[in-house]
């Protein structure tokens, strides 16, 4: 199974924000669209991620405020992104390998989605059902 194949059952829908954001601001954009990370994207470049896991280590760890502090300095920059041509095993490799668990998917430069390691796991369970359903059928004929 391949990334495109994810993103065609899940849809492509991005999520982005600006990094001129507070924290805050990105959190509630977050809560409202009921997703653990969200892309910065600005001149129609992707520019960085900021997730869950970065407010919890970079803010509450740190006993910094969320309203006063900007995406800019605690996004992620270095990114690991993937291909729509990816396939599943790739995906979880780069997942582990880097401890991360959000892909945006880019195509020449541009955003055209995002995995998380959620949608992995789902695609790999209903790889498994299918197999196991052709195993049945096979020893039951």
Do not use: W
């Amino acid at each position: 199974m391949t990334v495109n194949q994810i993103l065609s059952s899940k849809g492509n829908q991005v999520y982005s924000i600006l990094s001129t954001y507070t924290v805050f601001e990105a959190l509630a954009v977050m809560s409202e669209k009921n997703i653990g990370a969200i892309l910065i994207i600005e001149d129609n470049g992707l520019k960085g991620i900021l997730s869950e896991r970065d407010y919890a280590r970079k803010i509450v760890l740190k006993a910094k405020s969320s309203k006063k502090v900007f995406v800019h300095e605690i996004m992620e920059k270095n990114l690991v992104t993937v291909k729509q041509s990816d396939n599943l095993d790739y995906c979880m490799e780069l997942m582990s390998v880097n401890r991360v668990r959000h892909l945006p998917v880019i195509e020449q430069d541009v955003v055209i989605g995002i995995i998380s390691i959620g949608d992995v796991v789902k695609a790999i369970i209903e790889i498994q059902k299918e197999t196991i359903q052709h195993l049945n059928s096979y020893i039951t004929q």
